[in-house]
């Protein structure tokens, strides 16, 4: 369980986030938003791994007792869409350094051959991405620390790091948020992995573990290099490192075995929507997603702040529905509504609050979710 779900959180967007928090921030400030990010983030996730690992439910399966049977259809078709995203955005992020390496290959060649295997391993399910993730988290993990070792090596030690003047400016909340919004998408989907877990101690501590301390180092290895190169991009450090033919083998295992594990879930998403067999929706959306990786690419800042938008408070009417209605239960009371209006209700107004309330996106919607869930329930649902 630790090793796929540090497969998935150990992914090359984060590095490329940290990169734009280390040109931003001084030093001090970028460790305090990655510590709190990650601390916020690890414990979202960690609620849902723990419901997960109680009843051996997927996210989608989950939202049937706070959505509806068919309300479900909502938070599948979302979460499904979001991660069909970011596959596009890691093929995009595997496919250009690989063309840094091999010119004479057509871009075009390297994004359909990459997505194409990417999609092919993913077909085999929660098996192949244990395997494929047991090779990428060492080499990942190797990679990051030699990158930081030549950085520090060359400008100075990591006094010169902690006395980094930034190039740009960025105030703290925002780059909390940067920190939540890299994998609160993929946090959302946490039950589709953390159901295998043996017990619920398992499943939580896996995830917290992987979340905190995976997302954590990303940023770190993406942040070290951007301060002294002034260069976001992690695969324009590891060129200028000389570590660009071992940053494209680690890199692409990286960014491997996190799009297996999102084009697993957006597969499991479709067929709660679809009632079709997995594997075979897996293989359709793995061509979508390739077809529009770099327009992804492109506008990933957009898409990061979609995801932050409309993601979080899903996962907030789950905790909500669980913890506070069921008191750590299923629930029993409404297994045959087809719609349950408090979960979408609930779901519009995190959306909602997202949008116009100011501090942290993600969280104003996280709380706000539950709220509206909570009271929804406990008022409106009783009268009935």
């Known amino acids: 369980m630790m090793v796929v779900m540090l497969g998935f959180s150990f992914f090359s967007a984060s590095m490329w986030a940290g990169g734009n928090l280390g040109a931003s921030l001084h030093t001090p400030m970028f460790i305090v938003a990655v510590i709190i990010g990650n601390i916020l983030l690890s414990s979202y996730t960690g609620l849902l791994a ?6 051996n439910l997927s996210t989608h399966l989950l939202a049937h007792y706070s959505f509806g049977t068919k309300g479900s259809i909502l938070p599948s078709l979302l979460l499904s869409i979001t991660q069909i995203g970011w596959f596009g955005v890691g093929v995009a992020m595997f496919a250009l350094p690989v063309s840094k390496v091999f010119p004479e290959v057509p871009l075009w060649v390297l994004l359909w051959s990459s997505g194409i295997l990417m999609t092919c391993t993913a077909f085999f399910g929660i098996k192949a991405l244990t395997v494929l993730s047991a090779i990428a988290v060492p080499a990942i993990i190797l990679m990051g620390s030699q ?5 520090l090596r060359d400008f100075g030690g990591w006094h010169a790091w902690l006395n980094n003047i930034p190039t740009q400016t960025m105030g703290i909340t925002t780059a909390i948020g940067v920190v939540i919004a890299t994998f609160i998408s993929g946090g959302t989907l946490t039950p589709d992995f953390t159901r295998f877990a043996k017990s619920p101690k398992i499943s939580v501590w896996s995830t ?12 770190l290895f993406g942040a070290v290099g951007s301060s002294f190169y ?20 680690t890199l692409g295992l990286n960014i491997w075995t996190t799009n297996d594990n999102a084009i697993y879930a957006s597969g499991l998403g479709l067929a709660n929507v679809l009632r079709f067999p997995k594997k075979y929706i897996v293989m359709v959306i793995g061509i979508i997603g390739t077809a529009l990786s770099m327009f992804l690419y492109n506008n990933f800042i957009g898409w990061l702040n979609l995801l932050n938008t409309m993601l979080p408070s899903i996962g907030g009417v789950l905790i909500a529905d669980f913890f506070i209605i069921n008191k750590g239960r299923l629930g029993t009371h409404h297994h045959f509504k087809k719609v349950r209006l408090a979960g979408i209700t ?31 329930v406990r008022i409106v649902d009783k009268k009935r």
């Not at 990158?147 to 950085?151: L, Q, T």
């Not at 979340?211 to 940023?219: A, E, H, P, V």
């Not at 501090?359 to 979710?369: F, Q, Y």
């Open 50 to 55: 723990y419901i997960a690992g109680k009843t």
């Open 147 to 151: 990158s930081i070792h030549i950085a």
């Open 208 to 219: 917290v573990i992987a979340f905190f301390l995976g997302n954590s180092l990303m940023f």
């Open 230 to 249: 002034k260069q976001s991009d992690i695969a324009e450090v590891l060129f200028k490192q000389g570590l660009i033919w071992w940053g494209v083998l």
């Open 346 to 376: 609930a779901w519009a107004s995190g959306v909602g609050s997202a949008m116009i309330l100011p501090g942290i996106t993600s969280l104003n919607s996280v709380v706000i979710a539950l709220i509206v869930y909570t009271t929804w």
